[in-house]
């Protein structure tokens, strides 16, 4: 695996929380119409075509990660890379921690060109290429690896040309990570534990799907929001990445983790295309091979952080592995229902997993 500077290893030593609070509504809403509408701006100076190469360029990239985060550290890699391969001609300001709102609402900025970048939840990603939801069908991945090898494949360039109809041009796959449940109730131990537990999951039907065939009542949250929900107890639990756990520290206000795996999401990088067709063929090239490079280092990254946080979790949380197989066979209707959905992105989707998948059943989590 390869190996990074430990300023890019995650949260600090302590493990502590950013600190950061939620603006009120109205400081917040006018912090994000401040970053946009000067996006906005930059934008329509470059709308007519193509930029000359010596054009001084600022694009703005939003997303939702907390310090620490693989996809707040490699976005920062990504902003000092195109600096340094355009001498400052190019520069990228990352705003991260829905400060220029949630993912939902970065899509929409995005779409109509006032965001320029956004490195999505995989749920926002979805009401605009809605067959995105079927790389989170339960149990489809034995790994985070398995999924790269099919999102990287034709299922990504399909999801990708669909994307690009509705002004999103996709510069990469990066990782959001196998998923695990934490709540403050009980133990998972199998299908039973699961059953009338409030789970707080993304505004993403598939997840939804997934907690209602498990018994759970499935409660759509906005991240922002969900340390505080867990703490109130608005919610009993909520599911994730140990890495987004950690890096939010959930584990405060969480007694229960259940290594469950159930799906594998990933996380959009994405340029408006507006944004897009303002850059020069070069520049655009350019673009792509630094996602690429910060999409590989945020996949190590997240690699690397899940072994670690494991391990500190044991010492945390109440840690069970519940039966995949029956978490399996409780969904399968979850897999009929989008079958009929979906049903020719079904069949390349769950094809490639399967032609894949004896090269990464021994890494199962």
């Given at each position: 695996?390869?190996?990074?500077?430990?300023?890019?290893?995650?949260?600090?030593?302590?493990?502590?929380?950013?600190?950061?609070?939620?603006l009120p509504g109205l400081?917040?809403?006018?912090?994000?119409?401040?970053?946009?509408?000067?996006?906005?701006?930059?934008?329509?100076?470059?709308?007519?075509?193509?930029?000359?190469?010596?054009?001084?360029?600022?694009?703005?990239?939003?997303?939702?990660?907390?310090?620490?985060?693989?996809?707040?550290?490699?976005?920062?890699?990504?902003?000092?890379?195109?600096?340094?391969?355009?001498?400052?001609?190019?520069?990228?300001?990352?705003?991260?921690?829905?400060?220029?709102?949630?993912?939902?609402?970065?899509?929409?900025?995005?779409?109509?060109?006032?965001?320029?970048?956004?490195?999505?939840?995989?749920?926002?990603?979805?009401?605009?290429?809605?067959?995105?939801?079927?790389?989170?069908?339960?149990?489809?991945?034995?790994?985070?690896?398995?999924?790269?090898?099919?999102?990287?494949?034709?299922?990504?360039?399909?999801?990708?040309?669909?994307?690009?109809?509705?002004?999103?041009?996709?510069?990469?796959?990066?990782?959001?990570?196998?998923?695990?449940?934490?709540?403050?109730?009980?133990?998972?131990?199998?299908?039973?534990?699961?059953?009338?537990?409030?789970?707080?999951?993304?505004?993403?039907?598939?997840?939804?799907?997934?907690?209602?065939?498990?018994?759970?009542?499935?409660?759509?949250?906005?991240?922002?929001e969900l340390y505080l929900?867990?703490?109130?107890?608005?919610?009993?639990?909520?599911?994730?990445?140990?890495?987004?756990?950690?890096?939010?520290?959930?584990?405060?206000?969480?007694?229960?983790?259940?290594?469950?795996?159930?799906?594998?999401?990933?996380?959009?990088?994405?340029?408006?295309?507006?944004?897009?067709?303002?850059?020069?063929?070069?520049?655009?090239?350019?673009?792509?091979?630094?996602?690429?490079?910060?999409?590989?280092?945020?996949?190590?990254?997240?690699?690397?952080?899940?072994?670690?946080?494991?391990?500190?979790?044991?010492?945390?949380?109440?840690?069970?592995?519940?039966?995949?197989?029956?978490?399996?066979?409780?969904?399968?209707?979850?897999?009929?229902?989008?079958?009929?959905?979906?049903?020719?992105?079904?069949?390349?989707?769950?094809?490639?997993?399967?032609?894949?998948?004896?090269?990464?059943?021994?890494?199962?989590?």
């Amino acid at each position: 695996m390869t190996s990074h500077p430990s300023d890019l290893r995650g949260p600090d030593a302590a493990g502590n929380r950013s600190g950061r609070r939620k603006l009120p509504g109205l400081l917040r809403a006018g912090a994000v119409v401040t970053a946009v509408s000067l996006t906005a701006g930059l934008a329509s100076c470059g709308a007519a075509g193509a930029t000359d190469p010596d054009d001084e360029r600022r694009l703005l990239l939003g997303h939702g990660a907390a310090p620490g985060n693989p996809r707040s550290l490699a976005a920062e890699h990504f902003s000092e890379r195109v600096d340094e391969e355009t001498d400052g001609r190019i520069e990228v300001q990352v705003l991260g921690q829905e400060s220029l709102g949630s993912d939902s609402d970065m899509m929409v900025s995005v779409a109509s060109g006032t965001l320029d970048m956004s490195i999505n939840s995989q749920g926002p990603f979805s009401p605009v290429v809605p067959e995105v939801n079927l790389v989170g069908l339960p149990f489809l991945f034995e790994s985070s690896e398995h999924a790269y090898e099919v999102v990287d494949g034709e299922a990504g360039d399909h999801l990708a040309a669909e994307a690009e109809e509705r002004g999103y041009h996709v510069l990469a796959w990066w990782d959001n990570g196998i998923r695990d449940i934490t709540n403050s109730t009980r133990p998972i131990e199998d299908v039973e534990d699961l059953r009338g537990l409030q789970i707080r999951t993304p505004d993403d039907p598939m997840t939804i799907d997934i907690f209602n065939s498990l018994g759970a009542s499935p409660t759509p949250m906005d991240f922002g929001e969900l340390y505080l929900g867990l703490r109130q107890g608005a919610v009993d639990g909520q599911e994730n990445p140990v890495v987004n756990v950690h890096s939010s520290s959930l584990h405060e206000v969480q007694e229960h983790l259940a290594v469950s795996g159930h799906k594998y999401e990933t996380n959009p990088f994405v340029i408006s295309t507006q944004t897009w067709a303002t850059l020069s063929e070069e520049d655009q090239t350019l673009l792509t091979e630094l996602a690429e490079e910060s999409r590989d280092l945020q996949r190590d990254l997240m690699l690397e952080q899940t072994e670690e946080i494991y391990a500190e979790y044991e010492d945390i949380l109440e840690i069970t592995h519940p039966d995949r197989d029956a978490l399996r066979e409780a969904t399968d209707d979850v897999y009929e229902s989008w079958e009929q959905e979906h049903p020719e992105f079904f069949e390349l989707i769950t094809e490639a997993a399967e032609q894949t998948r004896a090269h990464h059943e021994e890494e199962t989590p």
